[in-house]
């Protein structure tokens, strides 16, 4: 079983796929503004940053190019004292090849993966195993992205078939999603949980100004947390956070008072 009293991890989405300054002024685009970022959230409690770039643009990238100028920005402001999780998000922008190749030319730590995206049928396993696989023997550290019930019943069907190995891996339940009104609540956490054998570590991450409680909530049940601008850009009493290192402390103080350790970077490293 979870255990509810083991260090938790708070990681920090600082930008997404989609969110610019005319959002926050302190959305973090360039590899400098990720790196100062990644420092004062480092600061206020997380041991993990999951990281997104952009193109010339502003737009959703998979460049592994901008991927490494990022990663090499945050190991200069941080060191290794955060694990550096990039995204294969798709963004309307990139098929299951791309996102695949990305991962592969760049050979993260550490990655976050939509079951989804990457195997959404019989004829997308192929592919999707062989690259799951690949992760595991190249120790990249997966986290399967789960938005439901039924793409938990799809994680847990490819987990039984080896399609995804059982090799170290945790998960991410997402509340809520990227449309009006689509704030999440606590309880929208229970299904994922109901399904879930604790035989993984998993997170949570949830949409809109109810984000802090549905963290809370994950603590208590033995989860862990990502917060952030990606999904949400205010504090618990509604008000707009200076910055993403604001929802770290918000939700490091919280936990603090639950009583349950955070974990730095070196034990999620350990953990996996």
């Not at 997380?46 to 990281?51: F, G, T």
């Not at 195997?119 to 399967?144: G, N, R």
Request: net charge negative; proline share 6%; glycine share 6%.
């Amino acid at each position: 079983m979870t255990n509810a009293w083991a260090p938790l991890i708070l990681a920090v989405a600082p930008n997404g796929a989609y969110k610019t300054h005319q959002d926050h002024r302190a959305v973090p685009i360039t590899p400098a503004e990720i790196a100062d970022t990644a420092a004062r959230c480092l600061d206020a409690g997380a041991a993990m940053i999951h990281l997104h770039v952009r193109d010339a643009d502003g737009r959703h990238s998979l460049d592994p190019g901008a991927y490494r100028d990022a990663i090499t920005a945050v190991r200069s402001a941080v060191g290794e004292k955060l694990v550096i999780q990039i995204t294969s998000e798709a963004g309307k922008r990139y098929a299951p090849a791309q996102q695949m190749a990305t991962v592969r030319a760049v050979k993260p730590e550490a990655v976050s993966l939509a079951v989804r995206e990457l195997a959404p049928d019989t004829k997308s396993e192929s592919d999707a195993a062989t690259f799951f696989h690949w992760l595991a023997k190249e120790h990249v550290v997966p986290q399967y992205i789960l938005y439901c019930e039924q793409d938990a019943a799809r994680y847990q069907d490819l987990v039984n078939r080896n399609v995804i190995p059982g090799t170290p891996h945790w998960l991410l339940f997402v509340l809520g999603k990227y449309s009006a009104g689509s704030d999440s609540a606590p309880q929208a956490l229970l299904p994922f949980i109901e399904r879930h054998d604790n035989t993984v570590p998993w997170a949570v991450c949830a949409f809109g100004h109810m984000e802090h409680a549905c963290g809370v909530c994950a603590a208590c049940l033995g989860g862990h947390v990502r917060v952030g601008f990606e999904n949400n850009v205010l504090l618990p009493n509604h008000s707009v956070a200076a910055d993403n290192a604001a929802l770290i402390a918000h939700m490091r103080n919280t936990v603090s008072a639950l009583g349950r350790p955070l974990a730095d970077a070196d034990t999620l490293r350990d953990m996996f």
